[in-house]
């Protein structure tokens, strides 16, 4: 069972440079607003693995892995939809070697376990969140759900700002 934790203390590891530990953790993930609706992860609590290792030169470098579904109305059609996403994110925390080496999410060798799961689960979603590939979503003139009535049409009145094109007679 993987311990459950907000952050982590690195320290606590007495990691010597160049030796690495792996660490099953329960994560929280927290709600997401997504396209103005409200997402949660499922589990709310991921079971990440944390691999730490220690630099040579101080600091740690980091991978958090991680797997969760995102339960909510699909983009297209409204129906629930719940794609699991998969995370695999790395940082690197290294005193002194600038903003490109110093990793946000460590601080005073504390890990923010769950700001880190949070972020890079929001970096890995899709462009839509949709309740199956295929999904074709709502007819546009009547609100219908198309993955439910294949072949779905309306017939349209022609545009009467058009009518007098169609007296042209192009022989």
Known sequence: MAAKTDDFDLGRLRLAPG???R?????????????????????????????????????YSLRLRF????AGPCMRCLEPASPMIAVDARE??????????????????????????HDAFALAL????????ECVGLCPECGEN??????????RAADPRWAKLRELKLD
Not at 67 to 70: C, H, Y
Request: aromatic content about 6%.
């Open 19 to 21: 030796e690495g530990r």
């Open 126 to 133: 899709p462009d839509q969140l949709l309740c199956r590939d």
């Open 92 to 117: 690197i925390d290294q005193p002194g070697g600038g903003d490109e080496l110093s990793s946000p999410y460590v601080r005073e060798e504390r890990l923010d376990v769950s700001g880190w799961a």
């Open 146 to 155: 198309l993955n439910a009535t294949p072949g779905h049409r309306h017939e």
């Open 23 to 59: 660490l099953d953790l329960s994560v929280p993930l927290g709600e997401f607003a997504y396209g103005g609706e409200s997402y949660a992860p499922s589990p709310a609590h991921a079971d990440a693995v944390v691999d730490v290792a220690r630099m040579t030169g101080g600091g």
């Open 67 to 70: 797997a969760a579904a995102l």
